[in-house]
């Protein structure tokens, strides 16, 4: 592998949310291999290339699975019960998330389509001071 | 990988296990001696002092009772300093990640000796507490940063094996029912009396689909087994096993980055490993200890072992196919859904049972004639996986 000319930001976990807090699902795309990876990582999942560039997700997909949280943890308390999703974005990776407004599991079909929504995260004070994307059924 | 076609990559003489539940009072290290101290009463050849050339201990978490450098930790408690020590952490898979260790030191001729164990001691702290510790082993920026605990991790799977092959709820409580069972003819186990469906099914919803009774539980417990060189089990016992295959593998640390939700990929990955270098097939074992740590995780484990055709797991619990006197029993023990889940110790618990089966102590819930018996032991949501497969000694 070849030294590749440094990607800006860089290819990582807290650039991704840098880009959440600013209302973008930002994914990273393969040059050698064309594959499209979300969550970024700085190394093709694909074909281990570290040729990559940023591209921005459209922000729908479909339902792969989900889950209703009964029990949460300590941090989630406040919000239980709340469901989480497993969607696979239409460029083709997939992604966890908390569905807004679900508390049943009657009110999803998997399958179905679904859209990434984006909420102001309150200041957070410690590591990590990461925002949150959500899904909605679209 | 090297083919070996069944020959005995290590010999197993002796195990021991502590009792399974809340163990108020004791440190892990001590809970480590009472298995310890089985293990050495069954082999009264053993001299450990003179005999033991190596610690390797399975532990997860460091948290729960402010303590890491276990491996030196147990060597002291054991009175066995200077051998050296180790400790493994693979989650859940801890001690059977230490096991598969002891077999390569094993059989690459460096150790000829080795005490192999497990411990975690749990249930001095709040639920919310664990919780915390065992999300540890899942994707915290993706998986734990967005309200995923471990039985939402093993509840994604469910409901997409629902979806898919048409499991049912009814189908993974019988999954429970059958470990209670087991575990109610298992005094070591955490969990002594049986449940019904109807139990299962009625129990509070902990991430839908998976209620209380489709989890394992939080426990305090330690696990221990003397692994030593072929050429050596005699000196030691009469009844041997012979550990025949073993195998690792990982698969994507978060749950939502799988190919295949409904599938897990180390176990396939592990267990054929295991298979060829064993020389057996799926249709051999005799009885089986898989990880339970949910209904779904045991459902999808028969497929993905091979025990039936992909997609049939649900059936073939509904069918009776792995109860004691079944096709092929699984979770005689209990499993870690009513024995008890000491994470660190559990692979390594496992190995207490087949052993007590391959040498016919098993008691009441023995399975007549065993003779092939397999160990699956998982980390976290599965990203690592260990598979061994066992002989009874001639
Ligand atoms: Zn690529």
Redesign the interface.
Known sequence: MSQQEALTPPPT?ESF?KFVAEGKLMAVKCKKCGKIIA?PRPVCDGCLSRDLEWVQLKGEGEL???????????Q?AS?A??T?A?VKMDEGP?????VKGVTQ?DQLK?GMRMKVVFEPAPQQQTW?Q?P?YYFEPA | MISMSGKPLAAIVSAGLSKFGRREGLYGRELFLEAAGEAFDRCPNLDPRRDIKGVFVGHMGESYEHQGHTGPTISDWLGLTPTQGFRFESACASSSAALRCAVMAIASGLLDIVLVGGVEKMTHRTTPEVTEYLAMASDFPFEQWHGLTFPGLFALMATAHMHKYGTTEEQLAMVAVKNHKNASMNPKAQFQKVITLEDALKSRVIAWPLKLFDCSPITDGASCAILVKPELAKKFTDTPIYIIGSGGATDRLGVYARDDITSLLSAKVASQEAYKMAGVEPKDIDVAEVHDCFTIAEVILYEDLGFCPKGYGGKFIEEGQTHIGGKIPVNTSGGLKAKGHPVGATGVAQVYEIYLQLTGQAGPRQVSGAEIALTHNMGGSGASAFVHIYRRGD
């Not at chain 1, 792969?64 to 300590?74: D, Q, S, Y």
């Not at chain 1, 997939?94 to 908390?98: A, D, S, V």
């Open positions: 976990v949310y969550p792969v699975t989900f889950t209703i949280i009964h029990v949460p943890p300590v989630f919000m019960p709340y989480v497993v997939k992604l966890p998330g908390i599991p998997i990590p990461w949150r």
